[in-house]
C-alpha cells in the first residue's frame, strides 16, 4: 500500500508557471507508476501525465503536451513526483489529484491507479 500526499496548488495568472508535488510513500514505493489527473468543477476526472515506474517513460494528455512535464525523484522510502506547468490557463482550473498504480503500464485510466491523493486546487484566472 502507498500513500500519496499532493501539495503546490494555488491560485495563478494565466500564462505563469506552478509546480504541484506528490509525497508518496510505503512499501515498495518505486515500483508504482505514478499519474496525474484532474477533475473541474462540473466535469469529470481526466488524465493528464504519467511516469512509468520502470525506466521513467512518460506520458501526457495532448491538451497538456509541451506545457507541463512530470518528473520523479526517489529516495530510500519515499518517491516525489513534480507537475511542471508552464503556460498556464483558465482552462488548467481544476483539482489535481496524484495517483499510483502498482507495476503499472503508464495507463491514462483512472481505473488503471487504486492509490490516490486528496487533491490540490489549482486555479488560474485570466
Known amino acids: 500500500q502507498v500513500q500519496l500526499v499532493e501539495s503546490g496548488g494555488q491560485l495563478m495568472q494565466a500564462g505563469g508557471s506552478l509546480r504541484l508535488s506528490c509525497a508518496a510513500s510505503g512499501r515498495s514505493v518505486g515500483s508504482y507508476t505514478m499519474g496525474w489527473f484532474r477533475q473541474a468543477p462540473g466535469k469529470e476526472r481526466k488524465f493528464v501525465a504519467a511516469i512509468w515506474w520502470r525506466d521513467d517513460t512518460t506520458r501526457y494528455a495532448d491538451s497538456v503536451k509541451g506545457r507541463f512535464t512530470i518528473s520523479r525523484d526517489r529516495a530510500k522510502n519515499t518517491v516525489t513526483v513534480y507537475l511542471q506547468m508552464n503556460s498556464l490557463s483558465p482552462e488548467d482550473t481544476a483539482v489535481y489529484s496524484c495517483?499510483?498504480?502498482?507495476?503499472?503500464?503508464?495507463?491514462?485510466?483512472?481505473?488503471?491507479?487504486?492509490?490516490w491523493g486528496q487533491g490540490t486546487q489549482v486555479t488560474v484566472s485570466s
Open positions: 495517483a499510483a498504480d502498482y507495476l503499472g503500464g503508464n495507463s491514462d485510466s483512472s481505473s488503471s491507479y487504486a492509490y
